[in-house]
Protein backbone atom coordinates (compact mmCIF):
# COMPACT_ATOMS: atom_id res chain seq x y z
CA UNK A 1 0.00 0.00 0.00
CA UNK A 2 1.97 3.48 -1.36
CA UNK A 3 2.42 6.03 1.42
CA UNK A 4 1.02 9.56 0.50
CA UNK A 5 2.65 12.33 2.41
CA UNK A 6 1.29 14.95 -0.75
CA UNK A 7 -1.75 16.30 0.85
CA UNK A 8 -2.62 18.76 3.09
CA UNK A 9 -5.41 19.66 5.34
CA UNK A 10 -7.12 22.64 6.18
CA UNK A 11 -7.97 23.54 9.41
CA UNK A 12 -12.17 22.66 9.57
CA UNK A 13 -11.31 19.28 8.37
CA UNK A 14 -9.01 18.60 10.71
CA UNK A 15 -11.32 19.28 13.38
CA UNK A 16 -14.23 17.27 11.82
CA UNK A 17 -11.55 14.66 11.21
CA UNK A 18 -10.60 14.61 14.89
CA UNK A 19 -14.05 14.40 15.86
CA UNK A 20 -15.41 11.65 13.83
CA UNK A 21 -12.18 9.88 14.65
CA UNK A 22 -13.28 9.72 18.25
CA UNK A 23 -16.88 9.56 18.02
CA UNK A 24 -16.62 5.92 15.88
CA UNK A 25 -16.04 2.59 17.93
CA UNK A 26 -13.24 0.08 16.42
CA UNK A 27 -14.44 -3.10 16.11
CA UNK A 28 -11.53 -4.84 16.79
CA UNK A 29 -7.93 -2.84 18.14
CA UNK A 30 -6.61 -4.05 14.62
CA UNK A 31 -8.97 -1.92 12.41
CA UNK A 32 -7.89 0.77 10.05
CA UNK A 33 -9.26 4.42 10.50
CA UNK A 34 -10.72 4.90 7.00
CA UNK A 35 -11.82 7.67 4.43
CA UNK A 36 -14.78 6.16 2.66
CA UNK A 37 -16.31 7.91 -0.28
CA UNK A 38 -20.08 8.16 -0.01
CA UNK A 39 -21.49 9.21 -3.14
CA UNK A 40 -25.15 9.54 -2.51
CA UNK A 41 -27.41 10.03 0.82
CA UNK A 42 -31.27 9.91 0.02
CA UNK A 43 -34.57 9.62 1.29
CA UNK A 44 -37.01 6.90 1.03
CA UNK A 45 -38.40 8.20 -2.30
CA UNK A 46 -35.15 8.33 -3.84
CA UNK A 47 -34.80 11.86 -3.57
CA UNK A 48 -31.44 13.39 -2.26
CA UNK A 49 -31.39 14.24 1.48
CA UNK A 50 -31.33 17.92 1.25
CA UNK A 51 -27.75 19.66 1.27
CA UNK A 52 -25.93 16.24 1.35
CA UNK A 53 -23.11 16.29 -1.66
CA UNK A 54 -20.71 13.41 -2.32
CA UNK A 55 -17.65 12.79 -0.77
CA UNK A 56 -15.52 11.06 1.82
CA UNK A 57 -16.61 10.15 5.33
CA UNK A 58 -14.66 8.50 7.87
CA UNK A 59 -14.83 5.31 9.76
CA UNK A 60 -13.28 2.53 10.25
CA UNK A 61 -12.35 -0.97 8.47
CA UNK A 62 -10.81 -4.22 9.30
CA UNK A 63 -7.16 -4.53 8.40
CA UNK A 64 -7.36 -7.67 6.46
CA UNK A 65 -10.48 -5.81 4.15
CA UNK A 66 -8.09 -2.92 3.33
CA UNK A 67 -6.46 -3.83 -0.08
CA UNK A 68 -3.35 -3.11 -2.68
CA UNK A 69 -5.28 -0.60 -4.27
CA UNK A 70 -6.15 1.67 -1.12
CA UNK A 71 -3.59 4.57 -0.52
CA UNK A 72 -2.11 4.99 3.18
CA UNK A 73 -2.18 8.67 3.94
CA UNK A 74 -0.12 9.96 6.72
CA UNK A 75 -1.73 14.02 7.57
CA UNK A 76 0.56 16.70 8.46
CA UNK A 77 -0.31 16.11 12.43
CA UNK A 78 0.27 12.31 12.11
CA UNK A 79 -2.37 10.78 11.83
CA UNK A 80 -2.51 7.78 9.66
CA UNK A 81 -5.61 6.41 7.84
CA UNK A 82 -6.40 4.37 4.53
CA UNK A 83 -8.78 5.68 1.66
CA UNK A 84 -9.43 4.68 -1.93
CA UNK A 85 -9.01 7.60 -4.12
CA UNK A 86 -12.24 7.67 -6.45
CA UNK A 87 -9.61 9.09 -9.31
CA UNK A 88 -6.04 8.84 -10.75
CA UNK A 89 -3.48 9.48 -8.02
CA UNK A 90 -0.85 11.39 -9.00
CA UNK A 91 2.19 11.09 -7.13
CA UNK A 92 3.34 14.46 -7.84
CA UNK A 93 0.19 16.41 -7.62
CA UNK A 94 -0.41 17.92 -4.19
CA UNK A 95 -4.00 17.44 -3.00
CA UNK A 96 -6.23 18.92 0.16
CA UNK A 97 -8.66 17.50 2.24
CA UNK A 98 -11.47 19.63 3.06
CA UNK A 99 -15.31 19.75 4.53
CA UNK A 100 -17.67 20.24 2.35
CA UNK A 101 -20.56 19.39 4.74
CA UNK A 102 -20.54 20.03 8.45
CA UNK A 103 -23.98 18.51 8.79
CA UNK A 104 -23.24 15.25 7.69
CA UNK A 105 -19.40 15.10 8.25
CA UNK A 106 -18.50 14.70 4.77
CA UNK A 107 -14.86 15.53 3.73
CA UNK A 108 -13.24 16.55 -0.16
CA UNK A 109 -10.63 15.32 -1.20
CA UNK A 110 -9.07 17.63 -4.42
CA UNK A 111 -5.89 18.40 -6.30
CA UNK A 112 -4.07 21.38 -6.42
CA UNK A 113 -2.32 22.79 -9.07
Request: glycine share 8%.
Amino acid sequence: MPDVTNISITDRAARLLGRERLMRTRLTPDDVFTLDYISSFTEPDGTTVDGFRPGYSAGYARAGDVRAAWLHLRLPDGTALCFWPRFGWDAEGHYVLDVISERYAILSLERRF
